[in-house]
């Protein structure tokens, strides 16, 4: 599988980790409210960041562009709580996988604080990682980041975990599922994001 466009969505996520510091809440209690109870409905997740206090941020805070992953129709909130910041984007957009382009919808909080969000994840879905991979963090002196990526489609008895090989494939058009999780040990750097292809 080419993995070029995942770090391409790492790279866009780097610039939203730089933004600043995160609140001191849960980082996966606010993706939960935020991105997995409203399915990723941009209006309702803007809507749970707006109830809470969330501000609306320039989309020049994240890239609008990046290596084989490009955002369009993006909105943006952080959470600018004692000074600290965590960030929710929502949009819409485009990857580049094995020779094809295909169709992403995205609901992601980045920022600091990301702490237990990986075992929270794993536990909220039931399942393992479709594949976990370690790489240098674009914080540079904050030491390497880890990378778990859940692969699944929602069915009426919950999520049901999907073969990595399914997503590097040719491939089908139905909607495939994607929660992507990076955490640090030696920093509070993070993200988890919700990303359906072909939505």
């Known amino acids: 599988m080419r993995r070029s466009w995942v770090r391409g969505l790492v790279a866009a996520a780097a610039l939203l980790l730089t933004a600043g510091a995160a609140s001191a809440g849960d980082m996966f209690s606010d993706f939960n409210s935020a991105c997995l109870k409203t399915a990723g409905d941009h209006k309702a ?9 969330w501000t609306s941020a320039a989309q020049g805070t994240i890239p609008q562009t990046a290596p084989n992953f490009k955002l369009k129709d993006v909105a943006v909130r952080a959470n600018t709580d004692a000074g600290d910041k965590r960030t929710l984007v929502v949009g819409t957009g485009e990857t580049a996988m094995v020779g094809r382009t295909v169709p992403a919808d ?8 990301a702490g ?8 909220a879905l039931g399942m393992d ?11 540079a002196s904050t030491g390497p980041m880890t990378m778990s990526m859940y692969i699944f489609r929602e069915t009426p ?10 997503l590097a494939g040719a491939g089908s058009s139905k909607p495939l599922m994607m929660i992507m999780v990076m955490s640090a ?3 509070k750097f993070g993200m988890v994001g919700r990303i359906v292809l072909n939505p």
Request: aromatic share 2%; proline share 8%.
């Open 45 to 53: 997740a803007l809507a749970f960041a707006d109830a809470a206090g």
């Open 106 to 113: 995205l609901c992601i909080i980045a920022g600091l604080g």
């Open 129 to 139: 990682a479709a594949m976990t991979m370690n790489m240098p963090n674009p914080g």
């Open 116 to 123: 237990d969000v990986a075992v929270q994840v794993k536990a």
């Open 185 to 187: 040990d030696q920093s």
């Open 157 to 166: 008895n919950g999520p049901a975990a999907v073969p990595l090989a399914e």
